[in-house]
């Protein structure tokens, strides 16, 4: 089976029942995170916070779908949506232009780990952001290249992936996690998307 298979949808109330069934299959995520992290705190369990979020419009990811079944997501929003990031001192060090979009976790399914779905989740998470009308967008991926890394911490990816799509290397903001950007153009909305 090929990334060609698979679909993206954007996470909202009607694939909410499949980003669920997702989380639930891997305990909620990182210990019961639901991808909470990077958004406000508050008091509700993250479970019920994302939910809340997803329905309000203040939550957003791309899934990736084998046939009805959610499998991956890539996480983005604006940063007013998820202000919080790891390394905040160096990044407002290194930050020379406003982003409009944020980047911040994927996750794969562990049954389709290591054949390119982060990709496809990326990409899913590229053409959303376009399809909302595009504008700078940062991420700040892991260089794993020449080391042996958890998965736990690539929360957001590698390095080489967000290369091979484009982005620009800004700064490095921890020991090893980069600052970088993509200037995304504005295309046309659609409800659902192939990826070819």
Same mark, same amino acid.
């Given at each position: 089976?090929?990334?060609?298979?698979?679909?993206?949808?954007?996470?909202?109330?009607?694939?909410?029942?499949?980003?669920?069934?997702?989380?639930?299959?891997?305990?909620?995520?990182?210990?019961?995170?639901?991808?909470?992290? !990077?958004?406000? *705190? @508050?008091?509700?369990?993250?479970? &019920?916070? +994302?939910?809340? /979020?997803?329905?309000?419009?203040?939550?957003? #990811?791309?899934?990736?779908?084998?046939?009805?079944?959610?499998?991956?997501?890539?996480?983005?929003?604006?940063?007013?949506?998820?202000?919080?990031?790891?390394?905040?001192?160096?990044?407002?060090?290194?930050?020379?232009?406003?982003?409009?979009?944020?980047?911040?976790?994927? !996750?794969?399914? *562990? @049954?389709?780990?290591?054949?390119? &779905?982060? +990709?496809?989740? /990326?990409?899913?998470?590229?053409?959303?952001? #376009?399809?909302?009308?595009?504008?700078?967008?940062?991420?700040?991926?892991?260089?794993?290249?020449?080391?042996?890394?958890?998965?736990?911490?690539?929360?957001?990816?590698?390095?080489?992936?967000?290369?091979?799509?484009?982005?620009?290397?800004?700064?490095?903001?921890?020991?090893?996690?980069?600052?970088?950007?993509?200037?995304?153009?504005?295309?046309?909305?659609?409800?659902?998307?192939?990826?070819?």
């Amino acid at each position: 089976m090929g990334t060609t298979d698979f679909t993206i949808k954007p996470l909202d109330s009607s694939t909410w029942p499949a980003f669920v069934q997702l989380a639930e299959k891997h305990n909620g995520v990182w210990g019961g995170c639901w991808c909470t992290w !990077f958004h406000e *705190r @508050d008091a509700d369990p993250a479970k &019920v916070r +994302k939910e809340r /979020l997803v329905c309000e419009g203040k939550s957003h #990811a791309a899934l990736v779908f084998d046939g009805p079944t959610a499998i991956a997501w890539c996480q983005y929003g604006r940063p007013a949506e998820l202000p919080r990031i790891y390394h905040k001192k160096a990044y407002s060090e290194a930050v020379t232009d406003q982003p409009d979009w944020r980047i911040t976790c994927f !996750f794969v399914d *562990r @049954d389709y780990r290591k054949r390119g &779905v982060s +990709k496809v989740a /990326l990409e899913g998470a590229l053409t959303l952001i #376009a399809q909302a009308g595009g504008g700078l967008v940062e991420s700040f991926p892991a260089d794993a290249e020449g080391r042996k890394t958890s998965a736990s911490f690539l929360y957001n990816s590698t390095l080489s992936l967000f290369d091979q799509l484009g982005f620009e290397r800004k700064k490095l903001i921890g020991k090893h996690h980069w600052l970088v950007t993509k200037r995304v153009d504005p295309s046309e909305p659609s409800t659902e998307i192939l990826l070819e």
